[in-house]
């Protein structure tokens, strides 16, 4: 089975800019999940989407969105950058099972000039 | 409110055991995780324990969890260089596991 695939890998935004990023989950996971991970925060929560549907949210602003499409892709976007939105954004898929083994992608590098 | 604690930094010797500690906040955690980051790599899953367990073994991991202190450890018998890396202790939520609460990470460094 391929594992969780994200792309880009490494991004460079300016200020004010926006950004979509796109994971694809383990083949038959419906849940995906999405992470921002900063050496000062570590790794916070963003959302997560199960069968195109937002599930869970954490406390970032209405700035970050997300999707989910029918083959369980994800998209993630931010708008009007920041440099504080400069990081590792993660993504995780599950097969949505009470253990919530999630499995992680290699995670997209962001910078926000 | 919901909180993770980890040491930062830990460094051992090779072939001795390392012990990384968590604590945590929220007694109603259904299910605790240690996950390993190495540099360039995705988040691995190394173990998880079931919050009605005290001890899960697997290998050269044992899991400790004293629920009563809120405390979590992972211990690492016979530490490789191989094992360096940032080790993340993580909780999920009562009634909804696939909302991870993350510790800051512990940086395991292991000298030949």
């Known amino acids: 089975k391929a594992g969780v695939t994200q792309t880009p890998r490494y991004l460079i935004k300016t200020r004010g800019q926006q950004v979509t990023l796109s994971c694809s989950p383990i083949s038959g996971h419906r849940s995906v999940s999405w992470y921002q991970q900063t050496p000062g925060q570590g790794l916070q929560f963003l959302f997560e989407?199960?069968?195109?549907?937002?599930?869970n949210k954490g406390n970032f602003p209405g700035r970050f969105s997300g999707r989910q499409f029918s083959n369980s892709r994800s998209e993630m976007n931010v708008s009007t950058l920041e440099l504080g939105d400069s990081a590792l954004y993660l993504c995780?898929?599950?097969?949505?099972?009470?253990?919530?083994?999630?499995?992680f992608g290699p995670g997209t590098r962001l910078t926000v000039l | 409110g919901e909180d993770v604690e980890q040491s930062l930094f830990l460094s051992v010797r090779e072939g001795d055991s390392s012990v990384i500690n968590c604590t945590y906040t929220d007694s109603s955690s259904t299910y605790l995780y240690w996950y390993k980051q190495e540099p360039g790599a995705g988040l691995q899953l190394l173990t998880y324990i079931f919050s009605n367990m005290d001890m899960k073994q697997d290998q050269r991991l044992t899991v400790l969890l004293n629920k009563k202190d809120k405390h979590l450890s992972l211990r690492i018998a016979d530490t490789q260089t191989g094992d360096s890396a940032i080790y993340f202790c993580?909780?999920?939520?009562?009634?909804?596991?696939?909302?991870?609460?993350w510790g800051l990470g512990t940086s395991l460094a292991v000298n030949p």
């Open positions: 989407y199960f069968s195109e549907t937002q599930r």
């Open positions: 995780a898929s599950s097969s949505g099972h009470l253990n919530n083994e999630q499995f």
């Open positions: 993580a909780e999920s939520m009562a009634g909804n596991n696939r909302k991870l609460i």
